[in-house]
């Protein structure tokens, strides 16, 4: 079992090409994961590039173990220009439940002081929902995307 003690939250350089492809490659395995946890065989975070990482705005955090990353959030700015997006959030299967993804929001938390964070999230994904809550978001807005009628849920830090 890894040790998570052993996680570091840095920024990551992900206009650099192979931080980019690590970060794609943690992305993958997450949201294929989700996909599958949500039923879903349209999911467009698994259509996301290594390009579009590294040309993507805001920045990236990850979480390494030594040099390699288990975890990755994405901020950027929201529609609303009070607010900053998680664009993302994933951490490595093999590294789920060893509280990654929690140490990656509270960083980001920290980030967007003075900010309001919001994220969005499938309805249907309970172990994103927990995380969100229990890190005092609460759901403000819902919505349907796709071709399967994916049920979203955007959440705002309170």
Do not use: C
């Amino acid at each position: 079992m890894p040790d998570p003690v052993a996680t570091k939250i840095v920024q990551a350089p992900h206009h650099q090409l192979r931080v980019a492809q690590q970060i794609y490659r943690v992305m993958q395995l997450a949201y294929a994961q989700e996909a599958k946890l949500l039923q879903v065989t349209h999911f467009p975070p698994l259509e996301r590039s290594v390009q579009d990482v590294q040309t993507s705005q805001g920045q990236y955090l990850w979480a390494l173990q030594g040099k390699q990353a288990i975890g990755v959030v994405h901020l950027e700015p929201d529609h609303d220009p009070e607010q900053v997006l998680v664009a993302a959030l994933v951490v490595h299967p093999m590294h789920q439940r060893l509280g990654v993804g929690r140490s990656l929001m509270r960083e980001a938390i920290k980030l967007s002081a003075g900010q309001t964070l919001v994220v969005s999230t499938a309805a249907a994904n309970r172990p994103a929902l927990a995380l969100y809550l229990e890190l005092g978001f609460a759901a403000y807005q819902q919505s349907i995307t796709g071709p399967q009628a994916l049920a979203l849920v955007k959440l705002r830090a309170g």
